[in-house]
């Protein structure tokens, strides 16, 4: 065999395995790009919605970390903040779904998903929250405000 021949014998083995071979690595990588993309979107939801929690934690006076328990009358002040920390996460909630939901998802996606859609539920279970979502749903994004209606519509 020629030096010529053995070059050319290499060049085919390449293709042959070598080309297949980095494809798959290729595929494989953009892959687990994608999951830790997915994977670091959750955790900003997640810290973002931790966030929030701190807040409501910060104007305990409104006691809306309470299903519904204990009312009394809010000042005007109290409603604002309460209408204020509403929006914020009705922000959030919108922000998940966007980045989140898909019709058609993976096991692992939904499983995500089914963790946003419980802190909704249980928001949506509050009167309080469920009085204030027409404004608050004003210009979101329509299917999020569908999704979420939906969701008050099953708890009320």
Avoid: C
């Avoid at 005007?76 to 909630?93: H, N, T, V, W, Y």
């Amino acid at each position: 065999m020629t030096l010529m021949e053995t070059f050319e014998f290499l060049s085919y083995v390449v293709t042959v395995v070598g080309l297949p071979f980095a494809i798959i690595v290729f595929i494989m990588e953009q892959r687990k790009e994608r999951d830790s993309e997915e994977e670091e979107i959750y955790q900003r939801l997640s810290d973002e919605y931790r966030e929030f929690l701190k807040l409501v934690l910060d104007n305990a006076d409104l006691q809306l970390l309470r299903r519904e328990g204990v009312r009394h009358e809010l000042t005007e002040e109290q409603k604002e903040r309460r209408l204020a920390i509403f929006g914020i996460l009705i922000s959030l909630f919108e922000r998940a779904y966007l980045l989140v939901y898909e019709d058609d998802m993976d096991k692992k996606a939904r499983r995500l998903w089914r963790s946003w859609e419980d802190y909704m539920i249980e928001w949506v279970r509050r009167s309080e929250f469920r009085d204030a979502l027409p404004n608050l749903l004003e210009g979101e994004d329509e299917e999020f405000t569908q999704y979420i209606r939906q969701l008050a519509t099953r708890q009320s």
